[in-house]
């Protein structure tokens, strides 16, 4: 199983940008593909994007599109989201997720990544 770490989370403002790092260890990543999550307090996990093996499929939740990338860069074992236009409803314990694929099939299903980060917590005030 690879072993997955978050950071880059922390306290923003609304309309702001970051970028949320997954260090990878143990396997290599490039047979993995890589999903985001996320959970807020009380709340479900929920789906935030997705990268495949060699980065040339990727998946976004409506609640991200258009304002999210997420890329990796496998000789650094390196996974990474970028949200902008941050806004309150941003706010949760954002979760990185590997799963080993190595075609273009690209789950937004929590269930089907085995192998999780910790999390890393993004706020976002008003």
């Known amino acids: 199983q690879v072993q997955l770490i978050e950071s880059g989370g922390g306290l923003v403002q609304a309309g702001d940008s970051l970028i949320l790092t997954c260090a990878a260890s143990?396997?290599?990543?490039?047979?993995?593909?890589a999903g985001w999550f996320r959970q807020a307090p009380g709340k479900e996990r929920e789906f935030v994007a997705a990268?495949?093996?060699?980065?040339?499929?990727?998946n976004y939740s409506d609640s991200v599109k258009g304002r999210c990338t997420v890329s990796r860069e496998n000789a650094k074992n390196m996974v990474y989201l970028y949200i902008n236009s941050l806004g309150p409803e941003d706010t949760a314990v954002y979760y990185c997720?590997?799963?080993?694929?190595?075609?273009?099939?690209?789950?937004?299903?929590?269930?089907?990544?085995?192998?999780w980060g910790r999390g890393t917590q993004v706020t976002v005030s008003s």
């Open positions: 997720a590997a799963s080993e694929l190595s075609g273009q099939y690209l789950p937004a299903d929590a269930h089907e990544y085995p192998s």
């Open positions: 143990g396997p290599p990543l490039v047979a993995y593909a």
């Open positions: 990268i495949n093996w060699n980065g040339d499929t990727l």
